[in-house]
């Protein structure tokens, strides 16, 4: 089927338009010399070739955007990048240039604008606490009523005691007695009742290791909640303090004239001033700025698939020159012609290195200022803000109730006896340190013990049968269960609990926290007729706000804090540097390009589709990279099996990735596995290291059955780093995660990689013996022809031939065939007169269902309309599928991308629908039917187009189009990518 199908689109696929995208990882080439590695490096060097051969062509024949080359070549983000690099920076430098000397000429007529500053800073909530003091004190009592019934109740109480007091000391006793050298003070019924306590007690210590688990949200949270409005009470008693002992009121008045005075003075500046956006420009581009910063922002190797590094550009002229190449490739043939053509490439791949050293110095100055250049753009946007306007009025109305207030009400030290109030307070402090020592001691526990692990020795303990009554022997028979040593870890931290646990008595007394509350109400009742409360009072009456000095002083605040602007300026200088260059690659290589007239005998022109074979073959060849990477660094994979018992435990316990919490209970199964089939891959490679490219070839192949696993090892370099690991053993793991981190280990996510790679070969092959001319071509030879006796003689032996022929070829099948065609094409049926009719109208047939859809295809691709499936993304679930090759061309070669991942809907628009065909669904799944995916055909939101092979097929012939009359519909690819 996919034979005829293949001939049928033969006409189809005149011109298209190709949309893949895929994701190659970049990073350094590890050494070594596996034979894999041996490999990789041949090919990589095929592999350079065929990409700077494929982007020549497509400069030459203007099919490629330089700007997407060089952001895929310094891993920048396309669209910020593009955002960015539009804005030439240097336009604005005289105005912040400006901006800044006018800021630093108010700060220094204000050197003690800082301090004023912070003074006014260090007032303001002082007033704001007092002003709401008279709301506040009422109901004091019932909030603090409020609090003691929580820490009454029976089950705070249960809670807290989240281990029972003789289940914990029963644990530390056999702890102690465990530890115990001399085995005569074994011999003790004493000891005795404790190793069977022990086991007696099993159930009730995987209840408490849950009840550790769990005490934050049980315990501690809901603490803290009810605690909330003690904490508001202490710290009000800290304000009445501060207010009585305020000297700094006195010279409030003098804080805001000065404050007013420059914000009067920056007014009046910036009224001089031209208006700017500087500010809002800088906001707007930091955003795309931390974008492009960051290479894990960058896009997908495509174009550049041939190519993990920008230094790689460089070698394409050493490789046309390699023994390899010559002895494999060339075979001894010149390769001075194919070295003319690529001259513009070699010149692009010097400038691209000197670009990319601009590049990475933009990023380290970004890194290192990018704190700085956001302080200027927020201070700029607020000073460049004409709207805004200082309410002068607001400002005298604060200082002239502030100054009645404090002028009228006596404020002395000690104007209330607070000695007894200060005392009981402690009565509640000790409740909130002891609730939070507790938390602190469960993370201990949680952090560093396995429960799974503790659960399982536990239950082996409790249905063990000691075979001996003697104790030393019993001792040792715990000792044997599997996961002791973490139990025994376990048991020793229950000394810290129980010293905790002794704590409560006291701490949550009741009598205790009774006079504690009775104190609370007398001194708040007493403030009542305090001249606190009447200063609380003026405060309140004068409509005493903090709004008008908060803008004063959001205002001026950028004239006391210039310093940011060095980093600002040298952030821009080297970002005007790096586009500079940029702009001038760009030109030069638009030049090269122009100045280049497409050429027959142009070598470089001749290759046939040279972008999608060079995206093929690079990304295979990248993967076989990544393996021989993992090669490598086999020892540092095995070491991973091995981390200390601790570090293995929070991994499985406290990792954030659910995938990588459960690789982790045993790491071992998936990485010996990995290791297992890389060498044997490394066998293979020792087989086809010396061969030529259509025998190294199968490398692929053999690589497509090596599976490995998704990432893991980012993901735990992440999370032991947090934990500063200082012993050696845990500081070692830590480093090999981080080794590890780099590699890329999830082969069958890129499985469809290897085949399209391995077809590839040979088109290079073809491409590189014809330009090479490689290939034997027929002679033509001379004759002279004595025409008089020689013609009369080949007419006669020709029609006799020609009559044997004949007759001898209708004796034959095919020959019989040819006849009886030629007979129904003269003198036809009916029937079969219908059939060629159907023909002469470009009509066809395929299992019983006409299409005559074969002009519309042609018309279609010869006007260069939108392809057929543009917006579509495809995907096949089918086990072993052998036509995914020819699948892919024939999906790319339309319009369409071709996935190597199930398509996730959340990934996509909901809703889009593809421009030519509205009313179908844009994610295509290929299916041979022996998977379930009712899931998806029901799928709520329609976003899923099922079919199997043979209705695939029938799609592509009907060429149902249905445009979408959306003047302006949504991308089906969320922002337009998917990678």
């Known amino acids: 089927m996919w034979t005829q199908t293949g001939i049928i689109f033969v006409i189809l696929c005149i011109k298209s338009k190709q949309s893949l ?41 203007k099919t490629v955007k330089i700007r997407e080359v060089i952001t895929e070549l310094l891993q920048a983000n396309t669209e910020s990048f593009a955002i960015v690099t539009k804005n030439d920076l240097s336009k604005f430098r005289p105005e ?34 007092a002003t709401n003091f008279n709301r506040f004190k009422k109901g004091i009592g019932s909030h603090v009523q409020t609090f003691l019934d929580h820490i009454n109740d029976i ?128 906001e707007r581009g930091i955003q795309h700025l931390k974008t492009i910063a960051e290479t894990k922002n960058g896009p997908a190797h495509s174009l550049t ?91 005298h109305s604060l200082n002239n109730t502030v100054s009645s207030c404090y002028a009228n009400v006596t404020l002395e030290p000690g104007n209330r006896n607070f000695t007894n109030f200060d005392i ?39 249905s063990h049968t000691f075979s001996t009554k003697d104790v030393s022997e019993m001792v040792q028979e715990v000792a044997q269960l599997h996961g002791y040593k973490v139990f025994r870890n376990f048991i020793s931290m229950f000394d810290g609990l129980e010293k905790l646990q002794k704590e409560f008595g006291d701490v949550f007394n009741t009598g205790k926290a009774d006079n504690a509350k009775e104190e609370f109400e007398k001194v708040f009742k007493n403030l009542g007729t305090s001249n606190y409360m009447n200063f609380s009072s003026c405060l309140k009456d004068g409509k005493f706000a903090t709004h008008s000095i908060n803008e004063a002083m959001k205002y001026v605040a950028p004239a006391l804090d210039t310093n940011h602007f060095e980093g600002t300026k040298k952030l821009s200088k080297q970002f005007l540097e790096m586009r500079k260059y940029l702009t001038g690659v760009e030109k030069h290589i638009k030049e090269i390009g122009q100045n280049i007239k497409p050429s027959e005998d142009n070598p470089v022109l001749k290759f046939q589709k040279s972008k999608e074979v060079s995206v093929s073959f690079s990304r295979g060849v990248s993967m076989i990279h990544e393996m021989a990477k993992a090669y490598e660094k086999k020892e540092q994979l095995l070491k991973s099996t091995k981390y200390n018992p ?107 990689y290897f085949p399209a790679a391995s077809l590839s070969v040979g088109n290079i092959r073809t491409y590189f013996d014809d330009i090479f001319d490689l290939v034997d071509k027929p002679r033509k030879k001379r004759t002279v022809n004595a025409f008089g006796l020689v013609f009369g003689i080949s007419i006669a032996i020709f029609i006799v031939v020609a009559i044997i022929g004949i007759v001898g070829y209708g004796l034959t099948a095919s020959g019989r065939e040819r006849y009886r ?50 917006g579509f993304y495809v995907a096949v679930v089918v086990p072993g599928y052998e036509n995914i ?62 079919f199997t092979e043979q209705e695939f097929i029938m799609f592509m012939l009907k060429r149902d189009v249905h445009v979408n009359p959306n003047p302006n519909p949504p991308p089906v690819a969320i922002n337009g990518l998917i990678d």
Not at 681 to 697: G, H, S
């Open 885 to 946: 090759a020819l699948l892919s061309n024939i999906v790319m070669m339309h319009g369409g991308v071709m996935l190597d991942k199930f398509p996730d809907k959340e990934e996509y628009n909901i809703g889009s629908r593809p421009y030519l065909h509205v009313n179908t669904s844009p994610l295509f799944v290929i299916h041979d039917g022996t998977v379930n995916l009712d899931h998806y055909k029901n799928d709520p939101d329609k976003m899923y187009t099922l």
């Open 21 to 61: 995208r895929t994701e190659l990882v970049r990073d350094e080439r590890s050494s070594g010399d596996s034979e894999l590695l041996i490999v990789y490096n041949k090919l990589a060097t095929l592999s350079r070739i065929v990409n700077a051969i494929a982007l020549q062509s497509s400069s030459i024949q």
């Open 155 to 282: 089950h705070f109480k249960n809670n807290f005691i989240a281990c029972d007091s003789t289940v914990v000391e029963n644990a530390k006793k056999y702890y102690d007695l465990s530890d115990k050298k001399d085995i005569v003070s074994l011999y003790t019924n004493e000891d005795k009742q404790t190793v069977k306590t022990l086991k007696d007690n099993s159930d009730k210590l995987k209840m408490c290791m849950q009840n550790f688990k769990n005490y934050g949200r049980k315990v501690r949270e809901p603490f803290d909640d009810e605690y909330e409005t003690i904490g508001d009470i202490l710290l009000m008693r800290q304000n009445i303090d501060k207010i009585n002992n305020a000297s700094e009121l006195e010279n409030l008045g003098n804080y805001v004239n000065t404050l007013m005075s420059m914000a009067t003075k920056l007014e009046s500046s910036m009224k001089q001033e031209k208006i700017t956006t500087v500010g809002k420009m800088l």
């Open 96 to 129: 912040l240039e400006d901006l800044e000397t006018r800021l630093k000429s108010i700060a220094s007529d204000y050197p003690n604008g800082k301090s004023t500053f912070d003074d006014i800073n260090k007032i303001m909530p002082m007033l704001n606490k």
């Open 646 to 752: 601790v570090v293995s435990n929070i991994i499985r316990t406290n990792n954030s990735n659910d995938f990588v919490r459960t690789f982790w209970k045993n790491p071992a199964e998936k990485i010996t596995k990995l290791l297992k089939d890389l060498t044997t891959l490394n066998v293979f490679a020792a087989t086809v290291k010396d061969a030529e490219i259509e025998k190294m070839k199968h490398i692929f192949l053999k690589a497509k059955k090596v599976e490995g696993f998704p990432e893991v090892f980012g993901s735990v370099y992440n999370q032991l780093k947090l934990i500063q690991y200082s012993d050696g053993e845990k500081f070692g793991n830590l480093e090999n995660a981080k080794e590890l981190s780099d590699l890329d280990l999830d082969f069958s996510s890129h499985r469809g």
């Open 424 to 462: 009981e307070k402690l009565v509640f402090e000790k409740m909130n340190t002891l609730v939070h020592d507790v938390q602190n001691w469960v993370d201990k526990v949680v952090l560093t013990i396995d429960p799974d692990v503790i659960n399982h020795f536990l239950d082996d303990l409790n």
């Open 305 to 395: 698939a041939g190519f993990l590094e920008v230094d790689d550009l460089i070698k394409v002229s050493a490789d046309l020159k390699s023994d390899w190449f010559k002895k494999e490739i060339s075979r001894g043939k010149s390769t001075e012609e194919l070295e003319k053509s690529l001259h513009g490439f070699f010149e692009f791949g010097e400038r691209m290195v000197k670009l990319r050293e601009r590049w990475k110095n933009f990023q380290a100055e970004f890194s290192a200022s990018s704190d700085e250049l956001e302080i200027t753009a927020k201070m700029l946007i607020v000073v460049e803000d004409r709207s805004q306007h200082i309410d002068v009025d607001a400002l």
């Open 821 to 870: 065609k030629l007979y129904f094409y003269y003198f036809p049926k009916p029937k079969e007169f219908a059939k060629r009719w159907r023909y002469s109208l470009f009509m066809d047939r395929v299992d019983g269902v006409v299409y005559d859809t074969v002009t519309q295809w042609t018309t279609a691709m010869a006007k260069g309309a939108m392809p057929y499936l543009y």
